[in-house]
């Protein structure tokens, strides 16, 4: 006993003769950089690692041994010539920080992430993923394998990057479409090709670059999917496989329904598969302490811009506070930005962390957090790329490409630690083992509360892929109390096919709503060949708590093949109708069974409606009838009037409007559509009648002729409801317009109400627009402005005519500022060379954009009216922007971004709008197979989906599917034409600057 107590004595003198690690002592400037940061109370920073041991560092990454690779990219923005490298960074005075750099890998164009694999590394370098192995123990690698090619070098911003082992065995890259460049397209004009593995041509491949997507893959077993979201820089998940993006001013998304689910149904098109989460707004308000800021030219001030290296903390160090937050790096304004999440039905929304002030911030303009990472002593790991600019020369001024200071900081770098006050030791580095712990061993690391050990673990557990693994993982599952223990084993037992009904029925049971739902997505693969005992289990979550759980049972009902699955998915729907992604999933779940589902949905909870019910309802009607099903297209025709029938009938309109019929329709199916003038209706039936009608023809019946007859007498009668009318004008139009035509023409320019005078023009340019158009003109001083602006989208919609337009612009018939910004797009950038020049030549503006700018220097020294200004922005801007999400049409970015950038350049950007274009701004022409173009802004992209913006008014955005389309073709120009001078004064300009800068 004694001998153990003084043996205890002596241990104790020891460590007190080793005190603990200290940070590496910086040097004054790097010690300035540290006394220049703000941190949120209870935390301290210390420095990991500065230059000349590290320089423009971007990612980072942590093995099992405690070795530590980091990703340098001095190469940024510009420089192509292989300069990107890897660095393992080495302790070797043992006081466990890093002292000494070894390069593990060179010859890189512009590296952008880094994960381990096998007994390497993973490293994103487009248009390649590496794999890279040092097999000699010489610290550098000499094995370097391309494992994935074909990703677009475009923008280095938007490039492949941050790959990470997914909690389902998967790697993810984070990816997005490429950026299409406009100064320096040599450098970075790459679309990119197919995605495939150069080795084995029999492979699984993508389209090109991955249709702009995220993508997963598996190396070993060359499986390769893309996503149903894309992310900028950065990508995160939390400990139940929820999947977190960013991307600039959108800092905070998550891809709620999942591209198999997507891909499910050919038939549902939407948008989005994404739901943007933040409750303090997308470019939300920021609170920077820099001095000196060095904003460029399309630094949105004031407001998240730049957002990258999402990061969910899973480290378990900082406390319950921290359980649920984010980090987002924001490298424009020097600062981490952090959110805390909480669920909201099947998506989450965010929240700031702190009110009015941010995680981190620095005095210095010079700290620019690009990356974070969660190590295995729970600390946060800031990546500071340390440069004095950050933006892409693409986007700055000319002068400060000429000032040659791009690269300054090219010399530097940080890397920076974010520890609890009570600190936190820094022992890790070359000191871990956990390559050589045995299976069982490993299986305890999933129990740790740091999620690195967990990830860690798990994807050595994967590797091996050792079926003596099976029984302890089982073990854990039954005996941890830390659900998050169980998510990696219950996905290590799927990769070993030992996901057994026990265990599934234990974990479909478990307390913790993502134990559930992970149970769940294994479920549904594992009993698709039937297992009536699970399917019963699994259908008894239909009254789960959690809305999360009812969704991903939702989501998996399509996998089963149950008789009480339909019965079970109206009572899902019936609970959460109001959250928007159930609809959604219904719909991805209901494939080939879309019109029992309607009839169903239309029985539990077609009474009272709703604007979530509306819309399920229109995609619901879109998809039957993208499904091509004649009877059950005829079915919702010859069913009673109801809001839910109006819904339905509007999806199918809007599908058939763009696609064209899908289905062979009989007279007996129009005939259920013609409107009734004797019996009263709901006016918003009678259009949406009309609307399909439009599209699909009258009956040839008698019917018609009796029913025009009624509609004459109700549109020339001033006493009847302005609905009614309307309804009876375009009736008349789509009858016999030749034998009405005059009575539409007198309605148009002598009738007693605007809006039957606007109806009447636009039922006789659907039925003719050549005929519209040459009415137009004959009439023009007799039409109202909302007229005249209706007859020049018709215009703009007859391509044969619109060179009329351009000469009744010519002649002075129609004024140059009748057109608005919008329509000047289509002209100013038309594919037809001839359409092109002529628009050029006939509202002739001044090329010389610079000597234009400085005619309108006055208006930033003059005192501008803010009240003025706003009327103005709704004359001139509202057409394609609005202003803090208010007061016009989000076409556009929003100008509320901009209002805190330096006058001359907000001035610089109205007046030469192509001196730089907003990125996800770019105007497209998208040629759809049938020969039918849509041009507007690319919005959002699917895997089954694009999504153009058309400019103008409330047109809503056009969803077209990606099998329909031929190409997409991007303008090298903005989609806000010059010639803003022709329509505001110096005065009206100086107004319009201080109500969009607010002073």
């Given at each position: 006993?004694?001998?153990?107590?003084?043996?205890?004595?002596?241990?104790?003198?020891?460590?007190?003769?080793?005190?603990?690690?200290?940070?590496?002592?910086?040097?004054?400037?790097?010690?300035?950089?540290?006394?220049?940061?703000?941190?949120?109370?209870?935390?301290?920073?210390?420095?990991?690692?500065?230059?000349?041991?590290?320089?423009?560092?971007?990612?980072?990454?942590?093995?099992?041994?405690?070795?530590?690779?980091?990703?340098?990219?001095?190469?940024?923005?510009?420089?192509?010539?292989?300069?990107?490298?890897?660095?393992?960074?080495?302790?070797?005075?043992?006081?466990?920080?890093?002292?000494?750099?070894?390069?593990?890998?060179?010859?890189?164009?512009?590296?952008?992430?880094?994960?381990?694999?096998?007994?390497?590394?993973?490293?994103?370098?487009?248009?390649?993923?590496?794999?890279?192995?040092?097999?000699?123990?010489?610290?550098?690698?000499?094995?370097?394998?391309?494992?994935?090619?074909?990703?677009?070098?475009?923008?280095?911003?938007?490039?492949?990057?941050?790959?990470?082992?997914?909690?389902?065995?998967?790697?993810?890259?984070?990816?997005?479409?490429?950026?299409?460049?406009?100064?320096?397209?040599?450098?970075?004009?790459?679309?990119?090709?197919?995605?495939?593995?150069?080795?084995?041509?029999?492979?699984?491949?993508?389209?090109?670059?991955?249709?702009?997507?995220?993508?997963?893959?598996?190396?070993?077993?060359?499986?390769?999917?893309?996503?149903?979201?894309?992310?900028?820089?950065?990508?995160?998940?939390?400990?139940?496989?929820?999947?977190?993006?960013?991307?600039?001013?959108?800092?905070?998304?998550?891809?709620?329904?999942?591209?198999?689910?997507?891909?499910?149904?050919?038939?549902?098109?939407?948008?989005?598969?994404?739901?943007?989460?933040?409750?303090?707004?997308?470019?939300?308000?920021?609170?920077?302490?820099?001095?000196?800021?060095?904003?460029?030219?399309?630094?949105?001030?004031?407001?998240?811009?730049?957002?990258?290296?999402?990061?969910?903390?899973?480290?378990?160090?900082?406390?319950?506070?921290?359980?649920?937050?984010?980090?987002?790096?924001?490298?424009?304004?020097?600062?981490?930005?952090?959110?805390?999440?909480?669920?909201?039905?099947?998506?989450?929304?965010?929240?700031?962390?702190?009110?009015?002030?941010?995680?981190?911030?620095?005095?210095?303009?010079?700290?620019?957090?690009?990356?974070?990472?969660?190590?295995?002593?729970?600390?946060?790991?800031?990546?500071?790329?340390?440069?004095?600019?950050?933006?892409?020369?693409?986007?700055?001024?000319?002068?400060?490409?000429?000032?040659?200071?791009?690269?300054?900081?090219?010399?530097?770098?940080?890397?920076?630690?974010?520890?609890?006050?009570?600190?936190?030791?820094?022992?890790?580095?070359?000191?871990?083992?956990?390559?050589?712990?045995?299976?069982?061993?490993?299986?305890?690391?999933?129990?740790?509360?740091?999620?690195?050990f967990r990830r860690t673990a798990q994807r050595l557990l994967f590797q091996r892929a050792s079926a003596k693994t099976i029984l302890p993982l089982k073990n854990l599952i039954a005996q941890t109390t830390r659900p998050e223990a169980k998510v990696?084993?219950?996905?290590?037992?799927?990769?070993?096919?030992?996901?057994?009904?026990?265990?599934?029925?234990?974990?479909?049971?478990?307390?913790?709503?993502?134990?559930?739902?992970?149970?769940?997505?294994?479920?549904?693969?594992?009993?698709?060949?039937?297992?009536?005992?699970?399917?019963?289990?699994?259908?008894?979550?239909?009254?789960?708590?959690?809305?999360?759980?009812?969704?991903?049972?939702?989501?998996?009902?399509?996998?089963?093949?149950?008789?009480?699955?339909?019965?079970?998915?109206?009572?899902?729907?019936?609970?959460?109708?109001?959250?928007?992604?159930?609809?959604?999933?219904?719909?991805?779940?209901?494939?080939?069974?879309?019109?029992?589902?309607?009839?169903?949905?239309?029985?539990?909870?077609?009474?009272?409606?709703?604007?979530?019910?509306?819309?399920?309802?229109?995609?619901?009607?879109?998809?039957?009838?993208?499904?091509?099903?004649?009877?059950?297209?005829?079915?919702?025709?010859?069913?009673?009037?109801?809001?839910?029938?109006?819904?339905?009938?509007?999806?199918?309109?809007?599908?058939?409007?763009?696609?064209?019929?899908?289905?062979?329709?009989?007279?007996?199916?129009?005939?259920?559509?013609?409107?009734?003038?004797?019996?009263?209706?709901?006016?918003?039936?009678?259009?949406?009648?009309?609307?399909?009608?439009?599209?699909?023809?009258?009956?040839?019946?008698?019917?018609?002729?009796?029913?025009?007859?009624?509609?004459?007498?109700?549109?020339?009668?001033?006493?009847?409801?302005?609905?009614?009318?309307?309804?009876?004008?375009?009736?008349?139009?789509?009858?016999?317009?030749?034998?009405?035509?005059?009575?539409?023409?007198?309605?148009?320019?002598?009738?007693?109400?605007?809006?039957?005078?606007?109806?009447?023009?636009?039922?006789?340019?659907?039925?003719?627009?050549?005929?519209?158009?040459?009415?137009?003109?004959?009439?023009?001083?007799?039409?109202?402005?909302?007229?005249?602006?209706?007859?020049?989208?018709?215009?703009?919609?007859?391509?044969?005519?619109?060179?009329?337009?351009?000469?009744?612009?010519?002649?002075?018939?129609?004024?140059?500022?009748?057109?608005?910004?919008?329509?000047?797009?289509?002209?100013?950038?038309?594919?037809?060379?001839?359409?092109?020049?002529?628009?050029?030549?006939?509202?002739?503006?001044?090329?010389?954009?610079?000597?234009?700018?400085?005619?309108?220097?006055?208006?930033?020294?003059?005192?501008?009216?803010?009240?003025?200004?706003?009327?103005?922005?709704?004359?001139?801007?509202?057409?394609?922007?609005?202003?803090?999400?208010?007061?016009?049409?989000?076409?556009?970015?929003?100008?509320?971004?901009?209002?805190?950038?330096?006058?001359?350049?907000?001035?610089?950007?109205?007046?030469?709008?192509?001196?730089?274009?907003?990125?996800?701004?770019?105007?497209?022409?998208?040629?759809?197979?049938?020969?039918?173009?849509?041009?507007?802004?690319?919005?959002?992209?699917?895997?089954?989906?694009?999504?153009?913006?058309?400019?103008?008014?409330?047109?809503?955005?056009?969803?077209?599917?990606?099998?329909?389309?031929?190409?997409?073709?991007?303008?090298?120009?903005?989609?806000?034409?010059?010639?803003?001078?022709?329509?505001?004064?110096?005065?009206?300009?100086?107004?319009?600057?201080?109500?969009?800068?607010?002073?």
């Open positions: 006993m004694l001998m153990r107590y003084n043996s205890l004595i002596f241990a104790l003198l020891i460590l007190s003769c080793n005190p603990a690690p200290q940070p590496p002592k910086p040097s004054s400037e790097q010690q300035r950089a540290l006394d220049a940061f703000q941190l949120m109370a209870g935390f301290n920073i210390e420095l990991v690692a500065a230059e000349p041991l590290v320089t423009d560092p971007v990612a980072m990454e942590i093995d099992e041994r405690g070795q530590m690779y980091v990703v340098e990219m001095p190469g940024y923005p510009l420089d192509l010539s292989k300069s990107g490298r890897i660095k393992l960074l080495k302790d070797t005075n043992a006081d466990g920080y890093p002292d000494t750099a070894v390069v593990f890998a060179e010859n890189l164009t512009l590296p952008t992430g880094v994960m381990r694999w096998r007994k390497g590394i993973l490293v994103t370098d487009a248009p390649d993923v590496w794999y890279l192995e040092d097999t000699n123990g010489d610290d550098k690698a000499d094995v370097r394998k391309k494992l994935l090619t074909g990703f677009a070098r475009s923008n280095p911003q938007h490039n492949l990057n941050s790959p990470v082992f997914g909690p389902d065995n998967w790697i993810y890259l984070a990816h997005e479409g490429a950026v299409t460049p406009f100064v320096y397209q040599k450098e970075f004009g790459d679309k990119g090709s197919v995605i495939r593995f150069p080795d084995s041509p029999n492979a699984p491949t993508l389209p090109q670059n991955a249709d702009g997507r995220n993508v997963r893959f598996r190396p070993d077993t060359r499986e390769l999917e893309t996503r149903s979201g894309e992310t900028q820089f950065g990508q995160t998940f939390d400990a139940w496989g929820h999947h977190f993006m960013t991307a600039n001013a959108n800092h905070l998304f998550h891809e709620v329904l999942a591209a198999r689910y997507v891909r499910r149904n050919p038939n549902l098109l939407i948008p989005d598969a994404t739901q943007n989460i933040p409750d303090h707004g997308d470019a939300a308000e920021v609170y920077p302490a820099t001095e000196n800021p060095n904003h460029q030219l399309l630094t949105d001030r004031g407001v998240i811009t730049s957002s990258c290296g999402v990061t969910w903390y899973l480290g378990g160090a900082f406390g319950d506070k921290f359980q649920n937050v984010t980090f987002i790096a924001e490298p424009s304004h020097n600062l981490v930005h952090a959110d805390v999440i909480r669920d909201q039905g099947a998506s989450f929304v965010a929240s700031r962390l702190v009110e009015k002030r941010e995680f981190l911030t620095s005095k210095d303009s010079w700290f620019r957090p690009v990356n974070f990472y969660v190590g295995p002593d729970g600390a946060l790991y800031v990546v500071d790329y340390y440069r004095q600019s950050i933006e892409h020369p693409e986007w700055m001024s000319d002068e400060m490409v000429k000032s040659g200071t791009l690269y300054n900081g090219k010399d530097k770098g940080r890397i920076y630690r974010i520890v609890p006050k009570k600190g936190l030791p820094m022992d890790w580095l070359n000191r871990l083992n956990l390559a050589d712990l045995s299976d069982e061993e490993l299986v305890q690391k999933l129990d740790h509360q740091n999620g690195w990696p084993a219950l996905w290590l037992l799927d990769a070993l096919n030992a996901a057994d009904e026990e265990t599934l029925r234990r974990c479909l049971q478990d307390k913790a709503a993502g134990v559930r739902e992970n149970a769940i997505r294994i479920a549904e693969r594992v009993i698709a060949g039937g297992n009536p005992a699970l399917t019963a289990d699994l259908l008894d979550l239909q009254n789960d708590p959690s809305a999360k759980v009812r969704y991903q049972l939702l989501c998996a009902l399509g996998d089963l093949r149950d008789p009480r699955t339909d019965q079970v998915r109206v009572a899902i729907l019936k609970k959460d109708i109001e959250d928007k992604w159930t609809g959604l999933a219904a719909l991805t779940s209901a494939t080939g069974r879309e019109m029992q589902l309607y009839e169903q949905a239309d029985r539990v909870f077609g009474g009272q409606p709703s604007h979530a019910k509306q819309e399920f309802f229109t995609y619901l009607g879109a998809t039957i009838a993208n499904k091509g099903n004649a009877a059950e297209v005829g079915r919702i025709f010859s069913s009673k009037t109801s809001w839910t029938k109006i819904a339905a009938l509007n999806g199918m309109a809007k599908l058939w409007q763009h696609k064209g019929l899908t289905v062979p329709l009989t007279d007996t199916d129009r005939l259920a559509l013609l409107p009734d003038f004797t019996k009263s209706a709901p006016s918003a039936f009678l259009q949406t009648q009309l609307d399909v009608l439009r599209v699909i023809g009258l009956p040839a019946t008698s019917a018609v002729k009796a029913q025009a007859q009624r509609a004459a007498v109700l549109a020339a009668d001033p006493q009847q409801a302005v609905g009614l009318r309307t309804a009876a004008v375009q009736l008349l139009a789509l009858y016999n317009p030749r034998a009405y035509a005059s009575v539409l023409e007198r309605l148009a320019v002598a009738g007693d109400d605007e809006q039957i005078r606007l109806v009447a023009f636009a039922s006789m340019s659907r039925v003719s627009g050549r005929q519209a158009c040459a009415f137009a003109l004959r009439e023009w001083p007799k039409f109202t402005p909302a007229m005249k602006h209706e007859a020049i989208d018709v215009f703009l919609h007859q391509p044969d005519q619109i060179q009329h337009l351009l000469t009744a612009i010519d002649r002075k018939v129609v004024r140059h500022d009748q057109l608005q910004w919008h329509q000047k797009v289509g002209l100013m950038n038309y594919y037809d060379t001839r359409i092109r020049t002529q628009a050029r030549r006939v509202l002739a503006v001044d090329e010389n954009r610079h000597v234009v700018v400085q005619q309108y220097q006055a208006a930033l020294t003059s005192r501008g009216n803010s009240d003025r200004g706003k009327v103005v922005f709704a004359r001139v801007c509202s057409a394609c922007h609005q202003l803090g999400g208010q007061g016009g049409r989000a076409f556009g970015p929003d100008l509320a971004t901009v209002r805190n950038r330096n006058p001359h350049n907000l001035l610089t950007e109205i007046l030469h709008p192509n001196h730089s274009i907003a990125d996800g701004y770019d105007y497209c022409t998208i040629t759809q197979r049938n020969g039918q173009q849509t041009s507007g802004i690319l919005a959002k992209e699917t895997a089954s989906t694009v999504t153009i913006r058309l400019a103008g008014g409330d047109i809503p955005d056009r969803v077209i599917p990606r099998s329909d389309v031929l190409r997409i073709d991007k303008s090298t120009t903005s989609a806000m034409p010059v010639g803003l001078e022709n329509s505001i004064s110096v005065t009206e300009m100086a107004d319009l600057v201080a109500f969009i800068r607010n002073q």
